[in-house]
């Protein structure tokens, strides 16, 4: 077969794929059934993934603030960063930088002395 021939059964080929699918989901034939349910999933994986859902989380059983400081001389200096969803941002994954109380440090800066956001 020459090179065109070839390209020719290819796109013969290609075609009358095409029509078999449109037909095929026109008139339910076979692999329609098998592809269904499939298509449905992804159209919901893809809604779901698409609409934010709050992140519900449990409430707390206990009302305490800040960080529990058994003993101060035994923590390390500096702060600590804390990855969690936050209320104040509608329950949204982020991060916050807290000092050993538990409060947010008015500037935080780098090792240069640049002020980080």
Not at 31 to 59: D, G, I, N, V
Not at 82 to 109: F, Q, T, Y
Request: charged share 20%.
């Amino acid at each position: 077969m020459r090179v065109i021939e070839r390209l020719l059964l290819i796109v013969a080929i290609a075609v009358l794929a095409v029509i078999y699918g449109f037909a095929a989901h026109r008139f339910h034939l076979f692999p329609y059934k098998q592809l269904e349910p499939a298509f449905e999933q992804a159209s919901a994986q893809l809604a779901q993934r698409t609409a934010p859902t709050p992140h519900f989380m449990r409430r707390a059983v206990f009302d305490h603030h800040g960080a529990n400081v058994i003993d101060r001389s035994r923590m390390q200096p500096g702060l600590t960063l804390i990855a969690s969803h936050w209320r104040e941002w509608d329950w949204a994954p982020g991060m916050r930088l807290v000092d050993a109380d538990g409060d947010r440090p008015a500037r935080v800066e780098d090792r240069t002395g640049q002020a980080v956001a």
